[in-house]
């Protein structure tokens, strides 16, 4: 019985041999499908990356750090001065980085590295954080709002730009961690959001009381990495798939 399958076998093999020496439109055929086959087994190898690089993001976190120190260097004996939320060296470097950063996405829509909608969402939400830092609407918000609504007498209902600040922060963050095909931009991109939470944490729970005075410091800080992110990002390239 096996004889007669190896002889079975072997005949369908001569036949087809046969037939395609005899055809050559056959042996055309073949010879397409078995290239389309290994081409789309090697598309599927392939996997779409972001190219990024984090040497910016080093540049913007060092060039952050050195003007707080200078502008502590210079406020002593009351470093903390230069840390004040309000017409201070650190709220104007704050103010900077966010234009920086709502121009920033207007070129990363322009080059096709993140989504239209997303660089779109980032550009409006940096501009309206930059007016906000340089206008202090949301302390115009909790002192005076009570004087507008009712609702305000609420506790929570004073901090509401802040508390919108930080969910659609995360929002967003888990947009673009979406919209990011690189590991380490969204390592950098989770660092700079959990520096910004802790920020607020400070903010609403006033603990740790030391480092109350220095909070526009981590907000500075998260924003550096943050707009560092942005600016390491290339477009998108195809990369090989590890086995």
């Not at 980085?97 to 709502?102: H, P």
Request: proline residues 4%.
């Amino acid at each position: 019985m096996h004889l007669i399958r190896v002889w079975a076998s072997n005949n369908s093999l001569c036949r087809l041999t046969f037939g395609l020496r005899k055809s050559p439109k056959a042996t055309t055929f073949v010879t397409s499908r078995m290239r389309k086959r290994n081409l789309n087994a090697y598309q599927k190898s392939l996997r779409e990356e972001h190219s990024f690089s984090f040497y910016p993001g080093l540049l913007c976190l060092a060039g952050s750090v050195i003007f707080m120190t200078v502008s502590c260097f210079l406020y002593w004996p009351e470093p903390e001065v230069a840390f004040l939320t309000d017409n201070s060296p650190v709220a104007w470097l704050s103010s900077a980085q966010l234009w920086a950063m709502a121009l920033l996405a207007l070129r990363l829509w322009r080059e096709s590295v993140l989504p239209r909608a997303l660089c779109i969402w980032l550009n409006i939400a940096m501009m309206e954080m930059a007016f906000d830092e340089q206008f202090m609407l949301h302390e115009h918000w909790k002192y005076g709002c009570k004087q507008w609504l009712t609702a305000c007498s609420i506790g929570w209902v004073t901090e509401l730009p802040m508390i919108l600040v930080g969910v659609l922060g995360v929002v967003t963050a888990a947009w673009i961690h979406y919209s990011l095909a690189n590991r380490v931009a969204r390592i950098q991109l989770w660092l700079a959001v959990g520096i910004g939470i802790f920020a607020l944490y400070l903010r609403f729970t006033q603990h740790p009381i030391e480092l109350l005075p220095y909070k526009a410091a981590l907000l500075v800080t998260a924003e550096a990495l943050f707009a560092g992110m942005l600016l390491g990002l290339g477009r998108l390239h195809p990369q090989l798939c590890a086995e």
